[in-house]
Each structure stands twice: as structure tokens, then as C-alpha cells.
């Protein structure tokens, strides 16, 4: 048995992946609003009001958990499981909100003896997966560039309560940031500058910065929420430039020449769930975690998605 944790929009996507791959799966939701539209997307019935009240009728724990609940509530949700004993959760990026929210989940899945992973779904995407496999082809990377931008004017109409929004590098932008530092190694070292603010974005609005990572890459990055541009990572080996952008697809540039070329993947299970998400739950269900973001990883890299945010 499979618990999933919130009925929203991201949960309907997880159930039809979950129903595809013929797992039995609970889904425990808060509000009625969101559980009537899940069950009318879906057919599944949702056990409403809350996960704290679910777990006072003493339920018998499941082989694992999802976490898909807003972002300012997935830290509480998470702990929730793991000191009931539940004793594998996925949940959805970023985890935690602070240092110490990673840090405490990291500390108290250890102790009770529960693995948790960080839902980055775009490690899974079949254009991340082909890429990883013409890296290793090729020697390795050798350096990588990525861009974070948000849309500003798009971002500050969603309906997303203010602490997400004040930290939405974090709550969103990790997307690029994880995919990037897990194709090219995790920062060792790093400068980071920030300029300007939004409204909703206090800590700044314009971000660059550059470093080298622990595989010995060099890498730099950009983004102007204030102007145009678009989520994209660059990842070059000896022979060839790679390019996500969007990074649903994968693009070459040879060495020695200048045409950009689309190169074909079979996406066919992107294009029938949401990308990435199938084989993200494939790998967390099964226990081949390889390609899974552990807490342990998130704890390293939480205060680099800081100092790059302009938080710290």
C-alpha cells in the first residue's frame, strides 16, 4: 500500500501514474474543494481531513509515502510520516523551507530509520536521460552553464501564499539547479552575486554566478526575473555542446561545427505523463535509487541554493 499525501493538482498527476503502474495507493487530502476535483478527475475517493487526523485512527503504515502538498506545508507533512513510522517518502522539492527544516528531516529520518528523497522529476526526463548517457560516452562534462529565470508577471498572479513566493528560488528555480549540479557535479567552490527585488521576491530579482564543481567541471549561471528568458542547461564534454532548452528536448552542437541539431529520444512516456514523474516513481517504488535526490544530498546543497538566491 501506497499513502499519497494531498489531493491537489500535482497529486492527480502522481495518481495516474501510480494507477498505470497497478500500485493500491490511499490518497489523504485536507479540503473538500480539492478532493471533490481529484475524485472527479480521477475516480479515486480521498480520506479528508487531514493527514494528522488520518494518523490518530492509528492506520496501518504503508511500504511508502508521497508527499505532494503545498510547499509551505511539506516539511511538517514529511516529519508527520517519519515519526509514525512510515519508513520511505518522496516528497516534493524543496523539502523544507530553511537549513534547519532539511537539516531536521535528514536527522530524524535517520534516526527512525526511514529513507527520504527530494522530488526533482526532472532528472527523469527522458532528454536528461539520453544526455546522461552520451555524457558518459564521451568522457564526462567538462563544464556546464544553466539559466533560472522566472516570469515575473506570471509568477505574481498564482495563488501561492507569501512565505512561498519570498523563497520561490527555492520553492521552483532548485528545479534547474538540482538537474544542473546532479549532470555536473555538485559545487565546490562558488561566487554568487544578486541585484534588484520583486515585490513578492525581496532578496533580489537579478542572480549570477560561477564556480567549479567536485568533479572538476567549471560552470556559471543566470537569471533576470526581470526580463525575458527561460529555464535552460548547457552541458559540454570534450566532443560536444548539449542543450536543454526547453528541457523537455536535446539538442547537439559538434565540436568544429556550427549547426544546432535536434537529437531524437523516445519521450513517449513524458508526452503520456506528466515528464519525468513515471519513471521518478518507478525508481522510488522499486528501490533503485541511484538516480534519486536523498535528503542527504539536499542537506549539502541547501546552503548553496541560498548563498545563490541572495537569502543568506
Known amino acids: 500500500m501506497i499513502w499519497l499525501v494531498g489531493s491537489g493538482l500535482m497529486s492527480i498527476d502522481y495518481a495516474k501514474v501510480l494507477e498505470s503502474q497497478q500500485h493500491d495507493y490511499l490518497v489523504i487530502g485536507r479540503g473538500k474543494r480539492s478532493a471533490t476535483d481529484f475524485t472527479a478527475q480521477t475516480g479515486k475517493e480521498v480520506i479528508q481531513g487531514g493527514l494528522e487526523s488520518f494518523l490518530d485512527s492509528a492506520p496501518e503504515l504503508p511500504k511508502a509515502a508521497i508527499v ?65 548517457n552520451k555524457i558518459k560516452e564521451e568522457g564526462g562534462v567538462t563544464s556546464f552553464n544553466f539559466e533560472l529565470t522566472e516570469w515575473a508577471h506570471v509568477i505574481e498572479k498564482i495563488d501561492k501564499p507569501e512565505s512561498a513566493l519570498k523563497k520561490w528560488f527555492l520553492a521552483n528555480s532548485t528545479h534547474v539547479a538540482d538537474l544542473a549540479f546532479y549532470l555536473g557535479g555538485r559545487p565546490k567552490e562558488l561566487a554568487s552575486f544578486v541585484q534588484g527585488k520583486l515585490a513578492w521576491h525581496p532578496a533580489a530579482s537579478v542572480f549570477s554566478g560561477a564556480g ?25 564534454t570534450k566532443e560536444n555542446r548539449y542543450i536543454l532548452r526547453p528541457i523537455e528536448t536535446l539538442q547537439v552542437q559538434r565540436r568544429g561545427t556550427i549547426p544546432i541539431v535536434d537529437i531524437d529520444i523516445d519521450n513517449s512516456l513524458d508526452l503520456q505523463f506528466k515528464p519525468g514523474l513515471y519513471k521518478q516513481v518507478e525508481s522510488f517504488l522499486s528501490g533503485d535509487d541511484k ?10 546543497l541547501f546552503s548553496t541554493y541560498e548563498k545563490m538566491a541572495g537569502y543568506l
Not at 509514525?84 to 530509520?113: C, F, W, Y
Not at 538516480?291 to 549539502?300: D, N, R, S, Y
Request: a negative charge; aromatic letters at 10%; hydrophobic letters at 45%.
Open 68 to 132: 505532494s502538498v503545498g510547499v509551505a506545508q511539506l516539511y511538517e507533512t514529511t516529519l508527520a510520516l517519519i515519526e509514525a513510522g512510515v519508513k520511505k517518502i518522496l516528497v516534493e522539492k524543496p523539502g523544507g523551507m530553511s537549513q534547519i527544516e532539511v537539516d531536521t528531516l535528514h536527522q530524524r529520518s535517520q534516526t527512525n530509520a526511514c529513507k527520504v528523497y527530494i522530488a526533482y522529476n526532472r532528472r527523469f526526463f527522458s532528454s536528461v536521460l539520453a544526455l546522461e
Open 212 to 236: 567549479i564543481s567536485d568533479s572538476g567541471a567549471l560552470f556559471n549561471y543566470a537569471a533576470n526575473w526581470e526580463s525575458a528568458g527561460r529555464w535552460s542547461v548547457e552541458v559540454l
Open 291 to 300: 538516480f534519486l535526490c536523498k535528503i542527504e544530498e539536499q542537506v549539502l
